[in-house]
């Protein structure tokens, strides 16, 4: 009896589970089929099976500026993140450092306060110190914003490797730098391509610190389509939120493969 009521809250949890996921991604799959809806109007049942909105999509230039600007941005948020990130990883986990316990809980706070209030202090700061707004600072918000999640994925995979096989590189006759770069970095490599990842795509898909960071007449993606949502709902919408939802998901699963490739080629 006992284990029937289990096997039955378990079934209950399941059905829960699985009408909470339902409602969660049945409008992301609803936007995906509409953006290859012949009409111009999206209603069901289709009118047909087209291409017709990613062609326009290609052709509207504004959407191509906003996009290479996403682009531009989110690959030097990367490059930035995963150099400091790894870094800081290295110091606090490698080195003893005054305060690291303290350091560590900065660098990761960013991650616990919600980010319209970190947008909302990071903006108020700057024009307390008479900064303007500009690409720049745009740039060092997602940095400051993406950052943590670097330095989370980087250090847990950094604890991981034994300190004595630097060491024996070391005793060998290399230097920390050759060390480094022949030993610890090759074995990090899948996590610091993770936690470039995880920034590129955290920052290409961000709306709410972008829209109080960027200057005027700069566009990301994310407030491109909250620019065209305010005032027509075009279906050319709905083919860039398709096209947003292949690169934020498609890219951090290529990157997992990735980095188990290498992780089988290195024997970890």
Known sequence: MAERATSLGWQVIRGYAVLVYIFMFLPVMVVVLLS???SQFGSFPMTGFSFRWFIELWENEAILRAFRTSVILGLLTAAISTTLGVLASLALVRYRVPGANMISTILIAPILVPEVVLAVAL??????????KSFTLLLFGHVIFTLPFVILVVQARLISIRRDVEEAAMSLGASPVQTFFQITLPLMLPAVLAGALFAFTISFDDITGTLFWKPGGVETVPTQIFAMLRNSISPEINALGTVMIVMTVGLPLLGAAIARQISKKSGL
């Open 36 to 38: 290859f809806n012949a």
């Open 123 to 132: 903006l108020l700061f700057l024009n307390f110190l008479g900064v303007n």
